[in-house]
């Protein structure tokens, strides 16, 4: 999955394989709330079956976790509110999902500063940038960052080991 000029030369279309992926990691993910724990691309295989449609066949299915009912749906509406951008919804159904600050999960989940993350101007600077500019901030400035650090930390820490696993399977499919 992850060496496209292998996926190419297999004549395999990486577009197509990723479509069927992101659907079967959401199928579990939204509807049956039954989580393979171990997604990564060795687990993952491609072929093409006899009539030549491609399949991926998805293997090493010894751990699975139960995404309980009221999980699987915050997390659902989570998932749709930050993309429709309703604030108030992101709110309440990340709280259901017992976050602290769930426009810090919205932002790590989604790679693009959300809510109060905006606002607080979490995001857009990288290495050298970042290092230039820190040493340049006030002391209030530099407030925040440790404040933006802290509701990282704490939102990691907070999440239920169910949810983490949901996590890891999204970070397989926004690798592609």
């Known amino acids: 999955l992850v060496d496209t000029e292998k996926v190419k030369a297999a004549g395999h279309d990486g577009k197509e394989i990723m479509t069927k992926v992101i659907r079967i990691f959401s199928e579990q993910i939204f509807r049956t709330g039954t989580i393979h724990s171990d997604p990564h691309p060795g687990n993952i295989l491609v072929r093409k079956n006899k009539s030549g449609k491609l399949e991926v066949v998805v293997i090493d299915h010894g ?40 426009d810090m999960m919205a932002t790590l989940l989604f ?34 960052v440790e404040e933006i650090r802290h509701m990282g930390h704490d939102t990691l820490d907070s999440l239920p080991k169910e949810l983490a696993l949901v996590f890891r399977n999204i970070r397989l499919i926004q690798v592609k």
Do not use: C
Request: glycine letters at 10%.
């Open 63 to 102: 751990l699975y976790e139960r995404l309980p009912t009221q999980y699987r749906e915050a997390f659902a509406s989570f998932w749709h509110s930050v993309i429709i951008d309703d604030y108030e919804e992101v709110q309440r159904s990340g709280k259901l999902l017992g976050l602290n600050y769930p």
């Open 111 to 144: 790679f693009k500063p959300y809510g109060k993350m905006k606002e607080m101007g979490f995001g857009g600077m990288h290495g050298e940038k970042r290092r230039k500019k820190f040493e340049d901030m006030t002391e209030e400035e530099k407030k925040k």
